[in-house]
Every structure is written in C-alpha cells, then in structure tokens.
C-alpha cells in the first residue's frame, strides 16, 4: 500500500505513511459487531518545507473506551507512547493529532467531534498551528486541518501525482 498525500491549507503537503495507513486501516468498521477505534497522530516536520510525514499511530489500549458510536481515548497510555517515540527519534516526532472511525460509508466529524477537536486546539500543546484530525469510514478516509487561533477546520484533498509541486 502507498501513502497518502493531502495538500494542507498552507498548500504544502501532509503524508500519512503505509505504515500508519495500515494500522489505522486494520480498525474499520465495517462489521456492525465493530467499535470506534483511535487514538493520536505521530508526525515529524520535514525541514525546510512545511511538509508533514504521519509516520506512526496509537491504537486503542488499556484504559480506552470503545462502542459502536463512541470512542474514549485515556490520556497516560497513549502519551507514554508518544514521549518514547519523542526520546528515540532525538525530538523529531511530535503529536500532529488524532484519529478514529465512524461506522458510515463517507465519514462527516459529528458535533462531538468538532468539540473534542476544538478542545484539543485550545488545550494540547503541539508545534505549529495547526493539528490534523483523520476519521476513517467503512470506504473512505478524511483529514481536516484545525487552526488553534481561528478554530476553523478545513477538509484537505488528497494530492495527485499531477498536482505535485
């Protein structure tokens, strides 16, 4: 499986790897017995651009909550794993976001989702200003970029190979 590339707001690129693709992929539900899943986006900021690799995911874990329409992420486990990807990549992978699933076909964030994204912009602590918020449908993936000082979420398009710079 290739990555993916989305064109952020900025008009620099955001790549989700195979890797992270694959892991978040492997939580589809497409199966009514299925629950949300999720978890955060780890990322590294490609020097001099303002490109953006997703090169590692959190998955559900101890202290989660998941059901068919609702997903809970504990804080301690998943920031545990974050701070050792921190410390092993020299600093280089930081929080870029957060992911889950929603059991419909073409997946549209619910008012929940809007609130919990507005609060991780207002409370998280991230580089930049933006974070990335990606909802996995049964057939469709998609990402919207949250700006911490407008609050305003913008839907990204997935970048084609004629529409590279």
């Known amino acids: 499986m290739k990555s993916l590339i989305f064109r952020k707001s900025d008009e620099s ?66 920031q545990q794993i974050l701070d050792q990807s921190w410390l092993e990549s020299g600093g280089t992978s930081t929080y870029v976001g957060e992911w889950h699933t929603h059991p419909e076909n073409i997946p549209i964030p619910s008012d929940t989702d809007i609130k ?20 996995i449908g049964i057939k469709f993936l998609r990402v919207w970029e949250g700006n911490k000082k407008t609050f305003i979420f913008e839907l990204l398009n997935e970048s084609t190979s004629n529409d590279s710079s």
């Open 13 to 78: 690129k955001l790549e989700i790897s195979s890797h992270a693709l694959l892991r978040m992929l492997a939580f589809v539900q497409d199966d009514r017995h299925k629950p949300e899943a999720g978890g955060i986006l780890i990322g590294r900021y490609i020097r001099n651009s303002q490109d953006i690799v997703i090169d590692e995911i959190t998955v559900p874990m101890a202290g989660d909550r998941w059901q068919r329409f609702y997903f809970w992420r504990s804080r301690q486990s998943h």
């Open 116 to 135: 919990n994204w507005q609060a991780r912009l207002k409370k998280d602590i991230f580089s930049g200003d933006t974070l990335f918020f990606i909802i």
